[in-house]
């Protein structure tokens, strides 16, 4: 039996170098989580929930959001905004957990960032993620993984967005990217 657990805080998307303006509505939690987040779920089985409390264990104060899936298939938070280029840096404090798995039962605790074009059409996605050994989830021209290397523990992020498309994705044109989609992602692929 598979359990998963994606937790975040201070999560802030800004835009240049410049004018550091943070594109997300409510990313730093103090809000309930309906104030700029949208729940989703696909529920075969288990059980769900989306929490967001001023603990969770995190070593710098304030509020922190919670995704977690027992069984198939997946809840996320999301929340897409608009980008005026690709000269942005995400900032989050994370903590990724996964349990159980097996070869017909694997979890995944990931932060999806997805590079969408003017029609909301997937150009690519970098995924911050812990995964069981099973996962059959590959990266490509288009997909790119950062491994999360101290499960379970608090761990500060940055991603600078126009490096790592230049970098990672060479099937994404920055220029084709006028929105990111963020995803705090929790999933297991079977019962």
Known sequence: ??????????????????????????????????????????NLAGEYRFERSDTF????????????KYLAYHASLTQTVDVPGVDLSLTFNGRLIISGGSSTCWPVATVIV????????????TLIILRDEYCTWTESDSVHFIEVTLPGEWTQYRLDVA???????PAVAP??????KLELFAYDNGT
């Open 163 to 169: 490096d790592e498309l230049s970098a990672n994705l």
């Open 175 to 180: 220029a084709d990217v006028r929105r990111v």
């Open 114 to 125: 997805s590079y969408l074009d003017e029609t909301d059409s997937t150009l690519g996605r």
């Open 57 to 68: 264990g995190q070593p710098d104060p304030g509020y922190a959001a919670k995704a977690y």
């Open 1 to 42: 039996m598979a359990r998963l657990t994606a937790v975040l805080s201070g999560l802030l998307l800004l835009a240049g170098a410049v004018h550091a303006d943070n594109l997300l509505t409510n990313g730093d939690f103090e809000q309930p989580l309906e104030t700029g987040w949208t729940q989703d779920v696909d």
